[in-house]
């Protein structure tokens, strides 16, 4: 017995469906992908870093913004939902529904165990098609370690990992300084 046939969506089908949809999908090259929920560790994270940047970016002309917005990388057709996001200057969006952001400037993942190799690989490959992106982190929830990806002038990304509680990196985007304890406060690795 062969496979069963794999359906192809537009664009717009996606869309049409997504926004209708009371769960989050992700959307590349015709296909669509649910999205799995996350655990305790990956929310404390996510409750960490969104707390520091909103904090940071009070009356600044950037915003942080959190899982519930998609983005979208046009050149490859990527739509999804990163973790948190920061987004300078005014805000571009797919259309005037205003749920599809074009313009990101950060991009942070939480990473778990089913979806660190993606979100390191093939999802940041296809992150690096958009052109507002100047830097892209990834933090582990299953150990301290975060990596952070700057983009330089001519194009290419520098990978710098940060593993120890008192390390700190800065995001140039911001002039933010960030230490992994406090991206880590109350997550206990068994």
């Known amino acids: 017995m062969g496979q069963p046939a794999v359906k192809y969506y537009t664009q717009e089908e996606y869309l049409a469906f997504e926004r209708e949809s009371p769960e989050k999908h992700e959307y590349y090259k015709g296909e669509i992908f649910n999205m799995s929920g996350a655990s305790y560790e990956h929310n404390v994270i996510e409750d960490n870093l969104r707390g520091s940047l909103h904090s940071f970016l009070k009356g600044k002309p950037c915003r942080s913004l959190g899982s519930n917005l998609r983005v979208h990388a046009s050149k490859n057709t990527l739509y999804t939902y990163p973790d948190v996001l ?83 990196f800065t995001l140039r985007t911001i002039e933010m300084k960030i230490l992994l304890s406090d991206l880590y406060d109350g997550v206990k690795f068994g």
């Not at 529904?97 to 313009?103: A, G, P, Q, R, V």
């Not at 990101?104 to 165990?113: A, D, K, M, Y």
């Not at 992106?133 to 370690?145: D, F, G, N, R």
């Open 86 to 168: 920061i987004v300078c200057g005014e805000p571009k969006f797919l259309d005037d529904t205003f749920d599809t952001l074009l313009n990101p400037s950060v991009l942070f993942e939480i990473l778990s165990p089913s979806s660190t190799n993606y979100d390191k690989g093939v999802k940041f490959e296809l992150y690096r098609d958009i052109e507002s992106l100047q830097e892209y982190v990834t933090i582990s929830s299953m150990k301290m370690h975060a990596e952070l990806y700057q983009r330089n002038n001519d194009g290419s990304w520098v990978l710098t990992e940060y593993k120890l509680p008192q390390d700190s």
